[in-house]
């Protein structure tokens, strides 16, 4: 029984968590994305703390980066916190578009790197097969970031909810294999 308690309660939290996150995703994120903010918020703070209490040990050229960094980070968290509150969609449109971002950086230099190997004389393989693959991708995720944002957050959840009914059933499972071991002495 031991055993069993922990898998099943971490099994029905994350059919909680993955139920919650299909039917309410903006509720989710908020929530999820303003952890983020406080967590980038007393991280801020603590550095100041650390650089008041250390500042003897840095150089002045240090200690104004990591003032800046702290006030960085505190200003950023705040504003993270405000806009997953005021609109918790958006950012995941951001995060889409730097996804998208990555995706055309990578495109235009896999492509280059095609041509630059093609003047070589030497056989580029598949790389011109993933730059149109990674260009692709970068205009789905420039043309439909939200949908896209909401098919991941989708799969994501239903991964979670699937994992979570496993480890549950897993646990039933040995509490009841335990069970028959017992009652078998």
Do not use: W
């Given at each position: 029984?031991?055993?069993?308690?922990?898998?099943?309660?971490?099994?029905?939290?994350?059919?909680?968590?993955?139920?919650?996150?299909?039917?309410?995703?903006?509720?989710?994120?908020?929530?999820?994305?303003?952890?983020?903010?406080?967590?980038?918020?007393?991280?801020?703070?603590?550095?100041?703390?650390?650089?008041?209490?250390?500042?003897?040990?840095?150089?002045?050229?240090?200690?104004?980066?990591?003032?800046?960094?702290?006030?960085?980070?505190?200003?950023?968290?705040?504003?993270?916190?405000?806009?997953?509150?005021?609109?918790?969609?958006?950012?995941?449109?951001?995060?889409?578009?730097?996804?998208?971002?990555?995706?055309?950086?990578?495109?235009?230099?896999?492509?280059?790197?095609?041509?630059?190997?093609?003047?070589?004389?030497?056989?580029?393989?598949?790389?011109?097969?993933?730059?149109?693959?990674?260009?692709?991708?970068?205009?789905?995720?420039?043309?439909?970031?939200?949908?896209?944002?909401?098919?991941?957050?989708?799969?994501?959840?239903?991964?979670?909810?699937?994992?979570?009914?496993?480890m549950v059933y897993a646990a039933i499972m040995?509490?009841?294999?335990?069970?028959?071991?017992?009652?078998?002495?």
């Open positions: 029984m031991r055993k069993v308690l922990p898998l099943a309660i971490s099994g029905i939290l994350m059919v909680f968590v993955g139920g919650y996150m299909i039917l309410r995703p903006d509720d989710f994120l908020s929530v999820v994305i303003s952890i983020l903010g406080l967590y980038i918020v007393f991280d801020g703070i603590r550095s100041i703390v650390s650089l008041v209490r250390y500042r003897t040990f840095f150089s002045s050229a240090v200690r104004t980066m990591a003032i800046i960094k702290a006030v960085l980070n505190t200003v950023i968290g705040v504003m993270i916190i405000v806009l997953a509150f005021a609109n918790p969609s958006i950012i995941l449109d951001i995060v889409v578009y730097i996804a998208g971002a990555a995706f055309l950086l990578t495109a235009v230099i896999n492509f280059i790197d095609c041509l630059v190997l093609s003047q070589a004389d030497v056989g580029y393989g598949t790389l011109g097969l993933e730059s149109v693959i990674s260009f692709i991708a970068s205009i789905m995720l420039f043309a439909f970031p939200g949908f896209i944002g909401s098919v991941i957050m989708t799969l994501f959840a239903a991964i979670i909810l699937a994992a979570g009914a496993v040995r509490y009841v294999a335990g069970k028959d071991e017992n009652t078998a002495l």
